[in-house]
């Protein structure tokens, strides 16, 4: 999906770097402009090619548009920043995130997808290797999930990031990094005390929106959340389809109506869809 109709005409890739004006000295932001030409978006054939972040966002973004049918924008600009306090500066000036929340998002976060854009703290990590390669994955879902929506935030925000870490295993088991298989298994093991389950009660309403699953998230654990997220997604999408998922998303562009949206896509009130997996993961928690 792009603004202009049919496959966009190829560019050249420019990558150049600007020394930002703020943070440590000599900290600095790279900007990666990367045309998504969809007949030029190839499939990797392992992850070894996958080293930076031009070939990493081209690469997965090959696996996502041939092999799970997600859209890309016809441009993406990827902003790779040096430190913590040059990412939080970018988040303010690249993303036009509000100071207040770019100092939150800095905090925890080493990755954002936002509309057309991708930031990384690049400062997080010292090796490009499986979970390098899982958040570049999962923030380029993001991405595609706001090009089916036309917009950010529309979504239940559980669902946008279980989905998108649903997406980045997925991905990994295809580099022949990790299995779907195991992230479930670890997932199971760490939600067991999570305090939703603890108290019988998802509180999927706050979990929706992006406020809500940031604080959730800040006060129950990140990891844990997270985990509680894909688990939530994984059951969805083995009940209903991943192309189901996806036509929520796209809902979206069309309706603005968040619990509407999920019982047109799902065939249930977003209120029977948590205790129905509620008693999942309760069963396979045990």
């Known amino acids: 999906m792009s603004d202009s109709p049919g496959p966009p005409p190829r ?25 998504m030409d969809p007949a030029a978006l190839v499939a990797p054939a392992d992850s070894a090619e996958l080293t930076t972040h031009d070939a990493a966002v081209r690469g997965i973004a090959g696996i996502l548009v041939n092999e799970l049918r997600l859209p890309m924008p016809d441009r993406v600009t990827v902003y790779v920043y040096a430190s913590r ?10 993303a036009h995130v509000s100071p207040v929340r770019a100092a939150e998002l800095s905090d925890f976060a080493i ?3 936002k509309r057309r854009q991708l930031l990384f703290n690049d400062e997080a990590y010292d090796h490009r290797g499986r979970e390098w390669l899982r958040l570049v994955t999962h923030e380029l879902a993001h991405v595609s999930q706001i ?22 295993f997925r991905v990994l088991e295809r580099l022949k990094l990790d299995t779907m298989d195991r ?37 129950e654990g990140s990891l844990p959340t997270y985990q509680l997220a894909f688990l939530m997604a994984d059951y969805l999408i083995t009940r209903d389809g991943f192309e189901k998922v996806v036509e929520y998303f ?17 065939g249930q009130s977003l209120d029977e869809f948590e205790r129905e997996v509620l008693g999942y993961l309760k069963t396979v928690t045990r």
Do not use: Y
């Not at 000295?25 to 790279?30: E, Q």
């Not at 306090?85 to 690249?94: H, K, M, R």
């Not at 090009?147 to 980045?168: D, N, P």
């Not at 796209?250 to 799902?266: E, G, I, P, T, V």
């Open 111 to 113: 990755g954002v997808g």
């Open 250 to 266: 796209a809902s979206f562009s069309q309706k603005q109506q968040r619990l509407d949206n999920f019982r047109r896509a799902f």
């Open 183 to 219: 992230r479930r298994a670890l997932a199971r093991g760490g939600i067991k005390s999570h305090a939703a389950l603890v108290a019988a009660r998802l509180d999927l309403d706050t979990l929706g929106t992006p406020r809500g699953f940031t604080v959730r998230h800040l006060r």
């Open 147 to 168: 090009e089916l929506a036309q917009g950010e935030g529309r979504a239940e925000q559980w669902l946008a990031e279980g989905m998108a870490e649903w997406v980045a």
């Open 11 to 35: 560019r050249s890739l420019l990558i150049f770097t600007l020394v930002a004006g703020c943070g440590a000295s000599g900290s600095g932001r790279t900007v990666v402009p990367i045309a």
């Open 85 to 94: 306090q040059v990412f939080e500066q970018g988040l303010i000036q690249d």
